[in-house]
């Protein structure tokens, strides 16, 4: 079974400042999706950004960009020029390609981002 | 964009007493619906995944007497706790697919908290 771990409970950063969100994840198979979800206190689920693990490049988004190391399984978050409303819950998540019920996203535990103005 | 619609959004109950929770694609027709489970600072549990027309698939050790699935229409999709306990109290989430590929992306609702007295 795949397994994704966050090794930081917590982070925090000063606005307008580069941060960067870790994640490691356990698997055997070769294509996959990986995720960072993030969840305000309004607990509302936000796609952050997505990455296919048959491309080599690393996904952007705006602010928001990722550093993916298919061999050494890492997939860390780099959030540039942060701003207050970033605060929030971050979670990495793997999701299978394959079919048959395996397409369920398994989560890692969580970095709290915190912001300071 | 695709929105999906979770009610109540808070709802508190007497133990032992059931309470039904409903997940809602409103602008799209959802083939598949995911349930999660959140305690409190926790991450996102897979408890079930729920197909439209046929039974859910649950996760090990989701008891699935205890949580009804029934996914009777291509939008809409519900969660029964039966005979809830306090322990029973936790937040649950649901996400739909939009389309039955690999791409297809997962939107989440709002998730429900459920306080059981």
């Known amino acids: 079974a795949q397994t994704v771990t966050q090794s930081q409970p917590e982070m925090s950063v000063q606005e307008a400042e580069t941060v960067t969100l870790s994640c490691t994840y356990d698997t055997s198979e070769s294509d996959y999706y990986l995720f960072w979800y993030k969840q305000p206190p309004s607990r509302q689920m936000i796609l952050v950004i997505r990455?296919?693990?048959?491309?080599?490049q690393n996904a952007t988004e705006n602010r928001f960009s990722v550093n993916f190391q298919k061999a050494a399984k890492s997939f860390s978050l780099k959030i540039s020029d942060s701003q207050l409303g970033d605060a929030a819950m971050y979670f990495c998540a793997y999701r299978s390609v394959g079919g048959g019920g395996s397409e369920k996203l398994v989560f890692g535990k969580g970095t709290k981002l915190t912001v300071n103005p | 964009g695709a929105v999906v619609s979770q009610h109540p959004s808070r709802v508190i109950c007497k133990s032992g007493t059931s309470v039904k929770i409903e997940c809602r694609s409103l602008d799209f027709q959802a083939t598949t619906m995911f349930w999660y489970r959140q305690f409190p600072k926790q991450s996102l549990m897979l408890m079930a995944t729920?197909?439209?027309?046929?039974?859910?698939?649950?996760e090990q050790g989701v008891e699935k007497d205890k949580f009804l699935i029934n996914h009777a229409s291509l939008t809409l999709s519900t969660l029964t706790v039966t005979s809830a306990h306090p322990e029973d109290s936790s937040f649950y989430i649901c996400s739909a697919r939009v389309g039955v590929g690999n791409n297809s992306p997962l939107h989440f609702g709002n998730g429900t908290r459920l306080t059981v007295t």
């Open positions: 729920s197909n439209e027309g046929s039974k859910a698939t649950y």
């Open positions: 990455q296919e693990a048959y491309k080599q």
